[in-house]
């Protein structure tokens, strides 16, 4: 069965490369720390989370293009939005944060955003990723062709409203990411930053594909979950509600004992314990278990099933202008 999802206007078709053996695109959501300050300048007393989406791309292989979709659970004890700072681009949702313009203190450096770090050949602009194209159209859950909102602020639509992202991004300008992929080492970078206030969490759901192998969708393959996450289906990787310390979609006894056994500890989210992401396990995490003991997300198949295969018929996503460009592919079953 085929489908169309769309990627700006005017695609340039450039020849596709063979298949590299052993070149890969993987890709990890990390968690960061989010500074006190900041936090209490985003959202006052609610918990703030910030994740990145970074990929690493293996020698021979080069970033091309994205497929996200994260929907934000609600209802259940469960609520929440992703956070678009003051400066946000309500465009393209892009990281306003060229070359560290803001401290880890101020608000603006926890936006929400998808970019092209080392994909945007000579990021010369103020804003990084400034050949980013977005389209608020991805095949699920909404379908091909459609102009959801990427995380849009404005007088009718405030953060609060901001719970999806369904979206496909490339570079206009035919860039891909270069360091690193011609040698024997890899190279790992930021493509997305998500910030979370609240309790809520959810499934990030998508592929990357690449210039080596053209032809092939690299669907998201970090599961990083424990119990019934640790056999999520392709493509889907777990945005921890919070308290769920071990990311087996409850938060739970096994999430009060993570936080006992590293009390005291400073090493950051992600090490263990560090459930609202301030850099220490310490009474704070405790109370945010206590305050979530119960609460559960379970992965639910998005409308229309499986995520379609990328072909990205044009390697180089070259000369992408007004109107409407169009990438063709075959459905792929998870």
């Not at 389209?135 to 102009?147: E, I, K, L």
């Amino acid at each position: 069965m085929r489908w169309v999802h769309a990627l700006g206007a005017a695609v340039a078709a450039t020849s596709l490369v063979g298949s590299v053996a052993k070149a890969t695109l993987s890709v990890n959501l990390v968690p960061i720390t989010v500074n006190g300050t900041a936090a209490g300048s985003i959202a006052g007393g609610a918990t703030v989370r910030t994740f990145q989406l970074r990929v690493t791309q293996s020698a021979g292989e080069k970033f091309n293009v994205a497929n996200l979709q994260l929907n934000l659970a609600s209802g259940n004890g469960l609520s929440g939005y992703l956070y678009a700072s003051p400066n946000h681009d309500n465009t393209q949702a892009r990281n306003s944060n060229f070359n560290n313009a803001y401290l880890a203190t101020d608000k603006n450096f926890y936006d929400t955003f998808v970019s092209t770090p080392q994909f945007d050949a000579t990021p010369t602009a103020a804003v990084q990723g400034t050949n980013l194209n977005v389209t608020g159209s991805a095949d699920w859950p909404v379908g091909p062709g459609s102009t959801t909102p990427v995380v849009p602020t404005s007088s009718t639509n405030t953060n609060a409203g901001n719970q999806a992202m369904n979206i496909v991004l490339g570079d206009q300008a035919g860039n891909q990411a270069a360091t690193n992929t011609t040698g024997g080492a890899s190279s790992t970078y930021t493509i997305a930053q998500f910030t979370v206030v609240g309790n809520t969490g959810g499934y990030l759901k998508g592929y990357v594909g690449g210039t080596s192998a053209s032809n092939t969708a690299q669907f998201f393959t970090n599961h990083n979950g424990t119990g019934p996450n640790a056999t999520l289906p392709n493509g889907v990787i777990y945005m921890p509600i919070l308290g769920d310390d071990d990311k087996d979609g409850a938060v739970g006894g096994s999430d009060f004992t993570t936080v006992q056994n590293n009390f005291g500890n400073g090493a950051g989210p992600g090490s263990g314990g560090d459930v609202d992401h301030d850099n220490i396990v310490g009474g704070s995490d405790f109370t945010i278990v206590q305050n979530n003991f119960g609460n559960t997300l379970s992965y639910t198949p998005p409308p229309g099933g499986a995520l379609g295969s990328l072909v990205p018929e044009p390697t180089s996503l070259a000369v992408i202008g007004l109107g409407l460009g169009l990438l063709a592919g075959r459905r792929r079953q998870d």
